[in-house]
């Protein structure tokens, strides 16, 4: 339980940082495919983890929200 825990952490971590370089910036075709890209690779490395996949789609979600808001 303790290691699941310490890989969420990690993952989540790789997340909010991707997050926090797509949010509030001109989400072009090119940006949308490195976010798509980005964001792949953390749930292929954490082993397509339900819970990480839930957070990717919140946070990619948001990002859409608040460039076309």
């Known amino acids: ?3 699941e825990l310490k890989l969420l952490s990690i993952w989540t971590a790789r ?3 991707i997050y926090t370089r797509f949010v509030g910036i001109e989400l072009t075709d090119e940006a949308a495919d490195e976010l798509l890209e980005l964001t792949k690779q953390v749930w292929t490395d954490s082993g397509q983890n339900e819970l990480i996949e839930d957070m990717i789609v ?6 859409e929200r608040r460039n076309n808001g």
């Not at 919140?58 to 990002?63: L, P, S, W």
Request: charged share 15%; net charge negative.
């Open 15 to 17: 997340l909010w940082a």
């Open 1 to 3: 339980m303790n290691e």
């Open 58 to 63: 919140a946070f990619t979600n948001d990002i």
